[in-house]
Structure formats: structure tokens, C-alpha cells
């Protein structure tokens, strides 16, 4: 499927050709964006590829439920400030009437996969979390 390997191989090149299996109306939402529209998403692709230093993005399980697509995805690579970061995830993947993905919503731990790796936000997190520990 074209749209997975969009992000399999993501690319400058990839990018510029999804026009054919994204609709221009596309929604999609993670733990740091909501976006609507196929050129805030090629923006969002394009600053992943200048934020994350060798990305790697693998699917490793796919559902599929009437015109819903359910991925199980690891992903990695290198961010400014933590350094090597990896964090596993599902998305929620719709179709239009045309067969374009016209809405994707990703489902992953930011605090426990991010923020929790920053030096100053990291430290109130871990600090906050032992406190709300039951043991």
C-alpha cells in the first residue's frame, strides 16, 4: 500500500507524490498535531524529516475493518536534545469514497515516549509519576 510506504521510505520525493492516495482534505492527529488538509500534512512530513535524524518506520501489524485500516507501527531515530528515541504505536486509518486515506489518527505514550526524556519537563514528570504510584 502506497500510504504505508510513505512513511517506510519517507522521502522528499515520496512526499511530493502522495497526492494520489491522500485525499486533500485529510484529518490527522497525534499526541503533538491536528491538521487538516494535504499541505499542512506534507508540512508535518517534511519537518519529521528535518527533526528526526535516520527514521525508521516499521509496520508490524496490519487490521483491516470495513474502510478502516488499523496499523501496529515501531518507530526511531534521532532527536535533538534526547538523542535516540523509539516508541511503538497504533494508528486509526480511514478511506474516502476514492480510496484515499482521508483521515489518520496515531495512539502513543508522549509522556512516557518523550516528554519523560526531556531534561527539565522529564524531571516534573518522573516526579509527578512516582507521587501518583500506588506502591
Not at 478511506?95 to 526524556?117: I, K, L
Request: net charge negative; with cysteine; proline share 3%.
Amino acid at each position: 500500500m502506497n500510504y504505508i510506504h510513505l512513511f517506510e521510505n519517507l522521502s522528499e520525493d515520496r512526499i511530493r507524490g502522495c497526492d494520489a492516495y491522500v485525499s486533500p482534505d485529510i484529518h490527522f492527529i497525534d499526541p503533538f498535531n491536528d491538521i487538516r488538509g494535504i499541505e499542512a500534512f506534507k508540512k508535518l512530513l517534511h519537518k519529521t524529516l528535518e527533526d528526526v535524524r535516520d527514521p525508521v518506520f516499521q509496520v508490524t501489524r496490519r487490521i483491516k475493518d470495513e474502510d478502516i485500516l488499523y496499523l501496529k507501527w515501531e518507530f526511531s531515530g534521532s532527536v535533538r536534545v534526547i538523542g535516540h528515541w523509539s516508541v511503538t504505536g497504533l494508528s486509526e486509518i480511514e478511506f474516502d469514497d476514492q480510496g484515499r486515506v482521508c483521515r489518520h489518527v496515531d495512539y502513543w505514550d508522549a509522556s512516557t515516549h518523550f516528554y519523560n526524556r526531556l531534561p527539565v519537563i522529564g524531571s516534573l514528570i518522573r516526579l509527578i509519576r512516582r507521587r501518583l504510584q500506588i506502591s
